[in-house]
T-cell receptor, first 110, second 116 residues
Framework: GQQVMQIPQYQHVQEGEDFTTYCNSS?????IQWYKQRPGGHPVFLIQ?????EVKKQKRLTFQFGEAKKNSSLHITATQTTDVGTYFC??????????FGAGTRLTVKP | DVKVTQSSRYLVKRTGEKVFLECVQD?????MFWYRQDPGLGLRLIYF???????EKGDIPEGYSVSREKKERFSLILESASTNQTSMYLC???????????????FGPGTRLTVT
């Protein structure tokens, strides 16, 4: 089954509000990837984190990898309607397999 | 530009039919994957392949098989389609081996399969 748990499953925000989705694992992760899937589209890679405590930013998006490498988060500052979609975290296994979380679906009210 | 294509965008099949879903990538990627996506369940890994003629089971391989005769092509086969296999099927590929490479997944547009 899925080895990464994502919360929340849904999030509805007013445009301009912040948004955070969390990804948790019971085991230590060697890496975590984040993807965005727009409605009707396919998942698109956003970023990969590999180092303990790593923080990366892409404009209004901030990605963090926990110190213990068991959790990760994606934070969006001042959401816009273009941020609408489902955000997935995923972990790569030793055999190059990938396991995705169930995703957080973000809707933004203008 | 990176491209992953899938043979059909929409497909309707009858229960018991044998179904072939084709995926082709033009990036010379070693790794290829088949997922199914259902509401609330995210992307579940069916099968993956890290080299030609190699295949590994994912989390939900039952009722499916795969074929990878050429590096660029990865086929998913439903031996005898059933209604519970109605879903969105996504193919992906990635570059990476032995810890080297980005392992970033590139997805195809998906095939929405309906089994009646």
């Amino acid at each position: 089954g899925q080895q990464v748990m994502q919360i929340p499953q849904y999030q509805h925000v007013q445009e301009g509000e912040d948004f955070t989705t969390y990804c948790n694992s019971s085991t230590t992760l060697s890496n975590i990837q984040w993807y965005k899937q727009r409605p009707g589209g396919h998942p698109v890679f956003l970023i990969q984190l590999v180092k303990s405590g790593e923080v990366k930013k892409q404009k209004r998006l901030t990605f963090q990898f926990g110190e213990a490498k068991k959790n990760s988060s994606l934070h969006i500052t001042a959401t816009q309607t273009t941020d609408v979609g489902t955000y997935f975290c995923a972990r790569r296994g030793y055999a190059n397999d990938m396991r995705f979380g169930a995703g957080t679906r973000l809707t933004v009210k203008p | 530009d990176v491209k992953v294509t899938q043979s059909s965008r929409y497909l309707v099949k009858r229960t018991g039919e044998k179904v072939f879903l084709e995926c082709v990538q033009d990036m010379d990627h070693e790794n290829m994957f088949w997922y199914r996506q259902d509401p609330g369940l995210g992307l579940r890994l069916i099968y993956f392949s890290y080299d030609v003629k190699m295949k590994e089971k994912g989390d939900i391989p039952e009722g499916y098989s795969v074929s990878r005769e050429k590096k660029e092509r990865f086929s998913l086969i439903l031996e005898s389609a059933s209604t519970n296999q109605t879903s969105m099927y996504l193919c992906a590929s990635s570059f990476g081996r032995l810890g080297l490479g980005s392992y970033e997944q590139y997805f195809g547009p998906g095939t929405r399969l309906t089994v009646t």
